[in-house]
């Protein structure tokens, strides 16, 4: 499960980066003022250009691939084509490490390395590396200062956007790239880890899922969580009351708020702080359940409808902005909802005689002789299909799970495939009931229980579910 997902993520990244330095490529003149607002280190010009073309949420993308490339080429200015080489031997590496700790260790030393590939000094760097006998790991050093470089450019260049945190108690850096969901849960015990043999894991979200996230921030007054189909929007404020409490120091000890957003041509706007003029609404900023009125850490955002919006595949932003009117808008989170329970499963049973021919049973009765069982199901979920259970349910609480008679038993699970649906179209099974010596003389309902994935109201309860049966008596 972890394999697939990195593999998807990282498959993704590779997508989203080729997109966004395509978009960038196709203007010329932005183009160029990105690279050299990149080699400036200039944050604000670096912000400019890519928010004008609606790339900030690719900010860190696009300057890991100008990073990579700048180090390719500063590398093979200063160290020259590569040699031929094996692949690298743990004795390789580990003297490469020896190396590394050897110049950090002379403050002197590592200065002179560094500043020699920031200013893409050849003859500086290649004394260095012929003074200390280091050919052998010129392009490795290179790297490694060249990388470490980057990723602090980066850091000032693209500073953190507001996030969405958690989505229904997962946090998003266990949803995968079409919007399912993995646990365990933030708190934990709501969701658990992925099983999916069991036909747990990869979790849509249902009912209401409650939205958590990190402003980024600090002079940050309001903020506003909105949906839109499509990554690229258009986008719609949510504009659900958001209820909490806040602590007082008399009893009850808590007072219930219900914040309401902003309406009008602005809508969905909640305040952080308290906006009143005297600062007397305890209602207005975000009370002291939901994280506080302030700008640190996580918050709860608000509880999200699900329902309102077809079963479907969306995209949430986390808006914020000042007092002044700078915004900033988080990279969108991509969420799929079902709150669909799969449909009533349909289930018949035929008895094949010896002779090949069929009968239709309905509440019949049939004993050993009279030849095998046709049992024909058809159980699915289209969206998140989780598990199907396909019993003989007798009395006294008997229940003895239907194999077929090449021992493959009907009940099943997704097993961590998305595409597998279940049963969709009428699937026929031959059943020997009188082989399987826990099958005695009795009335039996054949009962056929599928269930989806759905995360609902932010818990794994069994996903929803649906059921259907049929009657038959089992005589000897």
Not at 58 to 77: D, G, N, P
Not at 258 to 283: E, K, L
Not at 347 to 365: M, Y
Not at 413 to 427: I, K, M, S
Request: hydrophobic share 35%; glycine share 8%.
């Amino acid at each position: 499960m972890e394999d697939r997902r990195s593999e998807d993520e990282r498959l993704l990244e590779l997508r989203q980066t080729a997109e966004a330095v395509a978009t960038l490529a196709d203007d010329e003149a932005s183009f160029k003022r990105v690279v050299e607002a990149f080699r400036a280190r200039d944050a604000a010009r670096f912000d400019a250009e890519l928010t004008r073309l609606h790339l900030r949420d690719r900010c860190r993308l696009i300057c890991r691939w100008l990073c990579t490339k700048h180090c390719v080429l500063t590398c093979f200015k200063l160290c020259g084509p590569l040699r031929k080489q094996e692949e690298a031997s743990i004795s390789e590496i580990r003297e490469f490490a020896r190396v590394t700790a050897r110049i950090a260790a002379d403050d002197s030393l590592l200065r002179s390395f560094v500043e020699a590939v920031d200013h893409e000094d050849v003859a500086a760097f290649g004394r260095l590396i012929a003074e200390h006998k280091l050919e052998r790991f010129c392009h490795q050093l290179c790297h490694w200062l060249c990388a470490v470089r980057c990723r602090l450019i980066c850091e000032q260049l693209c500073p953190p956007l507001p996030l969405i945190t958690r989505v229904g108690s997962i946090p998003i850096s266990q949803i995968g790239p079409q919007g399912f969901g993995d646990g365990s849960s933030l708190p934990p015990g709501q969701v658990p880890p992925p099983s999916p043999a069991a036909g747990v894991g990869d979790h849509p979200f249902g009912a209401s899922a409650e939205l958590r996230g990190v402003f980024n921030m600090p002079p940050a007054t309001q903020y506003l969580v909105e949906v839109a189909s499509n990554p690229a929007g258009p986008y719609t404020p949510m504009t659900e009351p958001v209820h909490g409490y806040n602590y007082i120091p008399v009893f009850p000890f808590i007072q219930p708020v219900t914040r309401i957003p902003s309406g009008g041509a602005d809508p969905g706007w909640f305040n952080i702080f308290d906006s009143t003029a005297a600062r007397t609404d305890p209602a207005d900023g975000i009370p002291d359940s939901n994280g506080g009125p302030n700008t640190i850490a996580e918050k709860r955002l608000l509880d999200w409808t699900t329902p309102v919006l077809p079963d479907g595949i969306y995209y949430l932003r986390l808006r914020v902005r000042d007092g002044g009117g700078n915004t900033r808008v988080s990279s969108p989170q991509v969420v799929q909802t079902d709150n669909t329970p799969p449909p009533m499963p349909l289930i018949s049973l035929r008895l094949k005689k010896p002779d090949g021919t069929t009968v239709l049973l309905k509440c019949g009765k049939v004993k050993k002789g009279d030849g095998l069982i046709e049992v024909t199901v058809q159980a699915f979920d289209a969206r998140s299909f989780s598990r199907l259970n396909v019993a003989a349910q007798g009395n006294s609480g008997l229940s003895v799970p239907i194999v077929d008679t090449s021992s493959v038993p009907l009940s099943k699970t997704y097993n961590g495939n998305l595409a597998d649906q279940g049963y969709p179209v009428p699937t026929t099974f031959l059943w020997d009931p009188w082989s399987d010596p826990r099958i005695v003389p009795c009335c039996y309902v054949v009962r056929i229980d599928v269930w989806d994935r759905a995360v609902l109201n932010n818990s794994w309860s069994g996903g929803h579910g649906n059921s259907g049966w049929e009657a038959i008596e089992i005589g000897l």
